[in-house]
């Protein structure tokens, strides 16, 4: 199906140093989510933006929701080595979830 | 259970045989998901449950891709004559319900392997 358009695909950095990603779409969706999928596991949900504009943290991770619907970032502070995953962007609208295509994140101690 | 149970974990199989995964939702969850996530890239739809409405296949890449789910509890995704394509991660996920409000809850997955 129509993936979400996840940048960058890959991310080397260094303990310490702040993070960003994010999704964009041709679509406009009613929802953006984030996800972390470490090894041998489903995805898990991190932060879900339900408004445009809004504006959500969790600890160390704050997302918006873009004002068109159609993209979202995510920004980690202060990365520490636990932070290695892949985060997918998601998009939802009723019933219809697309996924991007993921950013796999590595920190380096 | 605690979560989104998935069995087998693990499964290869010789190219042209049929498989079965098996999906136990969260006890409650009225909806209920099937993903692929092939290496690299990200979660394509299947298939999608709700109580007892209808469910929505439009998701599924070929006929030889099935699902069912008794009510709302366990759900069998049956592929026939696998394909070297297929090999993949099967991803389930349950939530209360559909619409934006509610969140998903992912199993750990099953990877086929289809040699």
């Known amino acids: 199906g129509q993936q979400l358009n996840q940048s960058p695909q890959s991310m080397f950095i260094q303990e310490g140093e702040d993070v960003s990603m994010n999704c964009t779409s041709s679509?406009?969706?009613?929802?953006w989510l984030w996800y972390k999928q470490e090894p041998g596991e489903g995805p898990v949900l991190l932060i879900a933006?339900?408004?445009?504009?809004e504006l959500t943290s969790n600890g160390r991770l704050t997302a918006q929701f873009g004002i068109t619907r159609k993209d979202s970032f995510l920004n980690i502070s202060a990365s520490i080595p636990s932070d290695v995953g892949i985060y997918f962007c998601?998009?939802?609208?009723?019933?219809?979830?697309?996924f991007g295509a993921g950013t796999r994140l590595t920190v380096k101690p | 259970g605690a979560g989104v149970s998935q069995s087998p974990s693990n499964k290869v199989t010789e190219k042209g045989k049929d498989v079965e995964l098996r999906c136990d939702p969260i006890?409650?969850?009225?909806?209920l998901y099937w993903y692929r996530q092939r290496l690299g890239q990200g979660l394509e739809f299947l298939i999608y449950?709700?109580?007892?409405?209808?469910p929505d296949k439009s998701g599924l890449p070929s006929d030889r891709f099935s699902a069912e789910r008794t009510g709302e509890s366990v759900s069998t995704l049956t592929i026939q004559r696998t394909q070297q394509e297929d090999s993949a991660v099967y991803l389930c996920?349950?939530?209360w319900g559909h619409g934006s409000d509610y969140g998903y809850t992912f199993g750990s997955g099953t990877r086929l392997t289809v040699v």
């Open positions: 679509s406009i969706f009613n929802t």
């Open positions: 998601a998009g939802r609208r009723n019933n219809d979830m697309r």
């Open positions: 006890s409650g969850h009225t909806a």
């Open positions: 933006l339900y408004k445009a504009g």
């Open positions: 996920a349950s939530s």
């Open positions: 449950f709700q109580g007892n409405s209808a």
